[in-house]
């Protein structure tokens, strides 16, 4: 079993609708879970840094952690054709160093107008 | 800010040979990452420098592959010989040591075919 598992879509929604991305993963190590943005031919950017459980909110944007079931979620509110990109997750232990960061494969999304 | 600088953006060679790519880290970080991207097994750390010292080369696939950073601006990567299977985009990332999240900058990436 790979540490951080990802569905890599492709994921196809029309402008507006609610997009729910989702990581699941097996160490309970993992304190720090990020979400990274990737659009085509770029690098990934961070979106979204949460540390242990709960929920954080920016924007449009919420990241969930769930620490009990091992998962993690991104939900983009209003989604928007300049949200079509590829979604990774990423986290690592606590006290880990930066380099131990380990990423999901990507969901890719499209959002349609 | 000129961010994360990565060159060549593509490049394309022939098997058995060398390759280099080169990597300039936003100034003042002291952090740098070299990741490997491909399809079937998504993005890879391959090696990480803290003040320009090799921390972890865990992930680097083969000797043929070495890293070096003789300065806190410039870091490479190279591969030799190269060979088809290290067909990826290569990312260059760097952070901040002492940042509250050790947020990691992604350069725009080198795209390597090996014919």
């Known amino acids: 079993q790979k540490e951080v598992e990802q569905d890599p879509g492709p994921l196809s929604v029309p402008e507006g609708a609610i997009v729910s991305l989702n990581c699941t993963y097996s160490n309970s190590a993992f304190q720090y879970f990020m979400w990274y943005r990737q659009y085509s031919r770029k690098g990934p950017e961070l979106l979204m840094y949460t540390y242990s459980s709960g929920n954080k909110e920016d924007g449009r944007f919420t990241a969930q952690v769930d620490k009990s079931s091992k998962y993690i979620s991104l939900f983009i509110r209003d989604s928007q054709p300049s949200d079509s990109a590829t979604y990774l997750c990423?986290?690592?232990?606590?006290?880990?160093?930066?380099?131990?960061?380990?990423f999901g494969k990507g969901t890719k999304l499209s959002v349609k107008p | 800010d000129a961010g994360v600088i990565q060159s060549p953006r593509h490049e394309v060679t022939e098997m058995g040979q060398e390759v280099t790519l080169r990597c300039k880290p936003i100034s003042g970080h002291n952090s740098l990452f070299w990741y490997r991207q491909t399809m079937m097994r998504g993005l890879e750390l391959l090696i990480y420098f803290n003040n320009n010292v090799p921390i972890d080369d865990s992930g680097m696939p083969e000797d043929r592959f070495s890293a070096k950073m003789p300065n806190a601006s410039f870091s490479t990567l190279k591969i030799q010989p190269s060979e088809p299977r290290d067909s990826a985009v290569y990312f260059c990332?760097?952070?901040?040591?002492?940042?509250?999240?050790?947020?990691?900058?992604f350069g725009p990436g080198t795209r390597l075919t090996v014919l």
């Open positions: 990423a986290m690592r232990k606590h006290g880990g160093s930066q380099g131990n960061l380990i």
């Open positions: 990332a760097s952070s901040l040591l002492a940042g509250a999240r050790n947020e990691q900058f």
